[in-house]
């Protein structure tokens, strides 16, 4: 795979869910961006998961997983309790 090809962005559905989030995430960025002056700090988790719901046993184990998600929060490397280089973040936004 070639260099440009790697870095080419993906190309997306227009009217997707996946448009939809990737329109919102860019305009919450530029507004936290220019709030705080400073672009070098992620603010989004990488990805999310789209899931198609094809019949009653995937609802009942998709609702599942949104109930007991947050009780993941404590373990999940993303949480700034495990991860502590957070503390040398000054995000600068008031609102």
Known sequence: MTRMARNAPLRQEPNSISSFVAGFKSAVTKRINLLRDNRDIPIWQRNYYESIIRDEQSLIAIREYIRNNPCQWQKDPDNPVNDQS??????????
């Open 86 to 95: 957070w503390k040398t973040l000054d995000l600068d936004l008031y609102f």
